[in-house]
């Protein structure tokens, strides 16, 4: 019988034994994991920071389901992609570049894309070096698009979505969105959020215990171009159609602005056999949508 010889790889074994630590919520993973096992964050967010002297800050998105933040996002992604004179930014990862796909894909098909999944291993996320010529040194940025009813499921029942938590308490600074075309037709669903959402945050602290409302607040009056007074005055436009939540801002976000964006010219609504009634884009025409990011990275 011929002998056979077998190479020996328990080796292998001991590159499992060492943790990585996840990059959002600190808790270790095997070298070779897409996803951390619990947050579900990508775990290539690990790997790149530790290979960059640059520590990355982290920046939430924030608002409730169809509000507009992957459409605002992923435009934020593109136009600044392609202004590098005002702001320059440079993707890391291919993952980072798919949330902007996903969405300049969709609005050329004239439609908008679909709702972010509540699943947080279905979450985009974006992660970017950023130049500007205010700062010598560039920004590592990482920014997750999440899910409007998991925030909300977080701030009615925190600790029910690990990931959100932990990250939050790690963001440098916060855009938080509100639909003005609602607030504008009298409905308080919008005031009513943003305020659980601004109570929460001033309750977080990170790890060394630092105040979240010491830290940068952008409140973006999503869907503006449906209601035109938003863009002559966004502040005035809150504080008479969402009293609650300028009341919050005042009292616990000393370093907070409000500003509006919009980035369809024009809407329309059409039947669709088995959906019913969808919203379409008619032109895209963005407007307000780098200010509010530009501010809070001057601030952070």
Same mark, same amino acid.
């Given at each position: 019988m011929p002998k056979v010889v077998q190479p020996m790889e328990s080796y292998r074994l001991a590159q499992?034994?060492?943790?990585?630590?996840?990059?959002?919520?600190?808790?270790?993973?095997?070298?070779?994991?897409?996803?951390?096992? %619990?947050?579900?964050? $990508?775990?290539? *967010? /690990?790997?790149?920071?530790?290979? %960059?002297?640059?520590? $990355?800050?982290? *920046? /939430?998105?924030?608002?409730?389901?169809?509000?507009?933040?992957?459409?605002? *996002?992923?435009?934020?992604?593109?136009?600044?992609?392609?202004q590098a004179q005002r702001m320059q930014i440079l993707a890391r990862g291919a993952f980072s570049i798919t949330l902007q796909q996903t969405v300049i894909?969709?609005?050329?098909?004239?439609?908008?894309?679909?709702?972010?999944?509540?699943?947080?291993?279905?979450?985009?996320?974006?992660?970017?070096?950023?130049?500007?010529?205010a700062k010598r040194d560039p920004i590592e940025l990482i920014v997750p698009d999440m899910a409007g009813e998991a925030v909300l499921e977080e701030i009615e029942h925190p600790q029910s979505f690990l990931g959100i938590r932990r990250l939050l308490c790690k963001c440098s600074g916060a855009i938080v969105l509100i639909d003005a075309a609602e607030m504008s037709g009298g409905l308080r669903d919008q005031d009513y959020f943003a305020m659980k959402l601004v109570s929460y945050l001033s309750e977080l602290r990170d790890d060394e215990g630092r105040a979240w409302s010491d830290r940068p607040l952008a409140i973006v009056l999503s869907k503006a171009?449906?209601?035109?007074?938003?863009?002559?005055?966004?502040?005035?436009?809150?504080?008479?159609?969402?009293?609650?939540?300028?009341?919050?801002?005042?009292?616990?976000?000393?370093?907070?602005?409000?500003?509006?964006?919009?980035?369809?010219?024009?809407c329309v609504s059409h039947f669709v056999r088995g959906v019913g009634h969808v919203i379409a884009p008619l032109r895209i025409e963005p407007r307000g949508i780098i200010e509010p990011f530009e501010w809070l990275v001057r601030k952070m």
């Open positions: 499992y034994s060492v943790q990585v630590p996840c990059f959002v919520c600190g808790e270790g993973n095997a070298f070779d994991a897409e996803l951390c096992r %619990h947050c579900f964050a $990508p775990m290539a *967010l /690990a790997h790149q920071a530790n290979t %960059h002297k640059l520590r $990355p800050q982290m *920046l /939430a998105v924030i608002g409730t389901s169809g509000v507009g933040k992957t459409v605002f *996002l992923g435009m934020l992604l593109d136009m600044l992609s392609r894909g969709a609005l050329s098909r004239g439609e908008f894309p679909a709702k972010t999944p509540n699943e947080p291993d279905r979450w985009n996320w974006v992660h970017c070096q950023i130049r500007t010529a171009d449906r209601c035109e007074t938003c863009f002559d005055d966004p502040t005035t436009f809150a504080r008479r159609s969402a009293e609650g939540l300028w009341e919050h801002c005042q009292e616990r976000f000393p370093n907070h602005r409000f500003f509006a964006a919009g980035v369809a010219g024009a």
